[in-house]
T-cell receptor
Framework: GAVVSQHPSWVICKSGTSVKIECRSL??????MFWYRQFPKQSLMLMAT?????????EQGVEKDKFLINHASLTLSTLTVTSAHPEDSSFYIC????????FGPGTRLTVL | GDSVTQMEGPVTLSEEAFLTINCTYT??????LFWYVQYPGEGLQLLLK?????DKGSNKGFEATYRKETTSFHLEKGSVQVSDSAVYFC???????????FGAGTTVTVRA
């Protein structure tokens, strides 16, 4: 089946630094990808829709200047958490639709 | 808007017990319905899906039937195993886009 990868799988950073998370569709092209955030023992919350060749669409309440999304190609979307703070610590998951949605394995971000 | 209401856990069962997780939805039109499973420390995996009324999705011994009259998509498994311990999410696609709406998730623990 379709495969979506994420890199890194785990990252620890200091407060104030920026972290980039990559999401790749490995065997298909994705003009659209989705970024979710999951807090411990909670459901996934859609953060934004990443669109190849155009600006991302952010959900209400998500700071676009803090969570920068770039959909550089048909197989790659990146999420950059800028000036990260401890409250940004979370599990970030991307997905790409091809008939149904295929999810990446997630990236656990810990901000010290 | 579209929404999913899912039975909250946690649910603890013994091996070979019967599992049911209730899921009801609110949506306009004819949504597609999904069950995703998340094993500890991992991303989401599609477990099964149904795209129209009366469809039954099945996989790995799990089943769910799309019931339009009761707007439900309950997940069932007749005999659970320890390896079924995970968090289960009910989700739907609305009629107009690829955005998934998730239920809160149900944590299932199966004891030997």
């Amino acid at each position: 089946g379709a495969v979506v990868s994420q890199h890194p799988s785990w990252v620890i950073c200091k407060s104030g630094t920026s972290v980039k998370i990559e999401c790749r569709s490995l065997d298909f092209q994705a003009t659209t990808m989705f970024w979710y955030r999951q807090f411990p023992k909670q459901s996934l919350m859609l953060m934004a829709t990443s669109n190849e060749g155009s600006k991302a669409t952010y959900e209400q309440g998500v700071e676009k200047d803090k969570f920068l999304i770039n959909h550089a190609s048909l197989t790659l979307s990146t999420l950059t958490v800028t000036s990260a703070h401890p409250e940004d610590s979370s599990f970030y998951i991307c997905s790409a639709p091809i008939g149904t949605q295929y999810f990446g394995p997630g990236t656990r971000l810990t901000v010290l | 808007g579209d929404s999913v209401t899912q039975m909250e856990g946690p649910v603890t069962l013994s091996e070979e017990a019967f599992l049911t997780i209730n899921c009801t939805y609110t949506a306009t039109g004819y949504p597609s319905l999904f069950w995703y499973v998340q094993y500890p420390g991992e991303g989401l995996q599609l477990l099964l899906k149904a795209t129209k009324a009366d469809d039954k999705g099945s996989n790995k011994g799990f089943e769910a039937t799309y019931r339009k009259e009761t707007t439900s998509f309950h997940l069932e498994k007749g005999s659970v195993q320890v390896s079924d311990s995970a968090v289960y999410f009910c989700a739907l696609y609305g009629s107009n886009d690829y955005k998934l709406s998730f239920g809160a998730g149900t944590t299932v623990t199966v004891r030997a």
